[in-house]
């Protein structure tokens, strides 16, 4: 008897050679998706490293940049608006096709990522992607689904009791014209809905919206049921907004970014996370048992505010701004420790408290910064403003 061997030492499997062809197929997904839901689940040990955007936790090795000096984040994060770099997609190409193959648990929405990439970002991609990955002395081979990514992108599906009834005859996974069939097998109506909700929002139609979308819809919510101790990454439609402008030169997506970014924002929240997850982003339902150490049976340490340092690290620096009182509508900062001495009793004496040098000048704003940015970390956004800084640590 043959033994079937996939490239992973848990996919080993006997297939008798007189068996239906059919059954032995229908085994092996079996046994796939099994397989592959085992080690995701497997993986949430070493799920302990937050995305640097959106605090979420994931093994080390299943978080990627888009260039090389651009801090690590999940899937759901990648085009992010907060991200600080723009998109080297020879880079990203590479990893994307590295974690694929080389682990089976990685998080499903990278597929979405790569089909979005695929089929957005011009004719002959893998081939110009080859070339320039060629020149910078990389391995210049990428996987079939950046050739032929209508034919060859592939995303996996939840396991059987959790995978919405459209796919009910699906495998493990599915290419994406397999899958915007079984939709539209399932509703009939679907993609003319998905027309009308990007008429409305002022979108262009092209069919490679309406897949692009598809390996969305799929791809993340398969990673909602896989990891579902996790943050749900419904957040993926706010991350959508920016990103896909943001990729350098030759590689960025033809025609104008905007029709994808605002028709995938459109057609996932309003339309095909609603049927796949039963509610988008804005009408998320709190789900306790996905918080960081909220129940009394989980030992995992809750999120902190510094998790996601990048965003982190924004938020601080437009919070400081308004804590020093530099944002125009709050109250200067600078004026009251610069000024004239405030009322209070003790300050009279000092009648003003303009600085006596320019090095006097120099160390206040320094400590200013510190002083603003310790009141950020110690309070957080909501308690902390220019008047806050007065009143606690202005004096
Ligand atoms: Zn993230």
Redesign the pocket.
């Known amino acids: 008897m043959p033994v079937i061997r996939g490239h992973d030492h848990d996919l080993d499997w006997w297939a008798s050679p007189a068996g239906d062809p059919k059954d032995v197929a229908r085994q092996l997904d079996q046994e796939l998706g099994r397989t592959r839901l085992r080690r995701v689940r497997g993986a949430d040990a070493e799920s302990t490293t ?7 936790r ?1 093994p080390p090795h299943h ?1 990627l940049a888009n260039s090389r000096s651009a801090a690590p ?6 085009f ?1 608006q907060e991200q600080r770099y723009r998109t080297d997609l020879p880079y990203l190409a590479a990893q994307l096709d590295e974690v694929a193959w080389e682990d089976l648990s990685f998080p499903a929405g990278w597929d979405a990522v790569a089909s979005v990439l695929a089929l957005c970002c011009g004719p002959n991609l893998a081939r110009r992607l080859e070339d320039e990955i060629g020149r910078r002395r990389g391995m210049p081979v990428l996987s079939s689904r950046w050739h032929q990514p209508l034919r060859d992108s592939w995303v996996w599906l939840p396991s059987p009791e959790d995978r919405h009834a459209a796919f009910a005859r699906l495998g493990a996974g599915a290419t994406l014209p397999a899958l915007a069939e079984a939709l539209e097998h399932h509703d009939p109506g679907l993609r003319a809905a998905a027309k009308s909700i990007c008429r409305e929002a002022g979108v262009r139609w092209r069919d490679t919206l309406w897949h692009v979308a598809v390996a969305y819809a799929v791809a993340f919510s398969t990673q909602a049921f896989e990891r579902h101790r996790h ?1 749900k ?1 419904v ?1 993926v439609v706010h ?1 959508t907004g920016d990103g896909l402008s943001q990729i350098n030169d030759p590689f960025g997506v033809r025609g104008e970014p905007m029709n994808i970014e605002g028709g995938l924002e459109a057609i996932l929240e309003q339309l095909l996370f609603p049927l796949l997850l039963g509610h988008g982003l804005l009408d998320e339902p709190r789900e306790p048992a996905r918080i960081y150490g909220a129940t009394a049976e989980d030992s995992r340490a809750p999120r902190r505010r510094t998790d ?1 340092h990048v965003s982190h690290d924004t938020d601080r620096a437009a919070q400081v701004a308004v804590i020093l009182g530099m944002v125009p509508g709050y109250k200067s900062a600078t004026r009251i420790w610069d000024g004239p001495a405030g009322t209070m009793t003790e300050a009279d004496a000092l009648r003003s408290a303009a600085p006596s040098s320019d090095l006097v000048a120099e160390l206040r704003q320094e400590m200013r910064l510190l002083l603003a940015g310790f009141l950020y970390d110690a309070h957080g956004s909501l308690q902390a403003t220019a008047d806050d800084a007065w009143q606690r640590l202005g004096w």
């Not at 937050?50 to 979420?56: E, L, N, Q, R, T």
């Open positions: 937050p995305c640097a955007i959106c605090g979420d994931y978080l984040v999940c899937p759901a994060c990648i992010d943050r990454p957040h991350s996601a």
